[in-house]
């Protein structure tokens, strides 16, 4: 009888241990797919020298922004739809509430809403975070950045 070297007999044994572990290893990874509703808006300067953000507003002004977006009952809904299209309504006290639609394209981070030049330059969107419930998305323009935190609904 010919023995068979230890390490041939253990080889199916661990597949099926490496295998089972495997199956039941998880890797979701978040999707912009989904109804959101934009729950908080932020502007920023980047200074040049240095690349760091600086807001816009006071702590103080920030919040009477906040408030008197909330008094305008300003609100914005957005569906990314999984065949990459988005809808988006938005609407506040005394405006006629408008409806956008148009296709979007993910590459890593960067989402790209075909939003058309203004002034030649284009609208960069960066997912800065994505969770279950929360994405935050950076917004350059014009060498303004405005962060804008969605919930999911």
Known sequence: MIKTPFRLKTLPILFCII?????????????VVGKWHRAATGSFKIDKATGKERPVFTPEQ?????Q??????????????SNNTYVSNVSAKGMAA???????????????MNIPLVFNEKTTITIKSLDATTMVWDLMFMDKLTRITYKRI
Not at 62 to 66: A, L, N, P, S, V
Not at 98 to 112: A, K, Q, R
């Open 19 to 31: 295998t089972g572990f495997l199956s039941l290893t998880r890797c979701e990874a978040q999707s």
């Open 62 to 66: 920030q919040k009477q922004y906040d």
């Open 68 to 81: 008197a977006t909330a008094a305008n009952e300003y609100n914005e809904l957005l569906e990314f739809k």
């Open 98 to 112: 408008t409806e956008h639609t148009g296709n979007y394209s993910l590459s890593g981070n960067i989402l790209d």
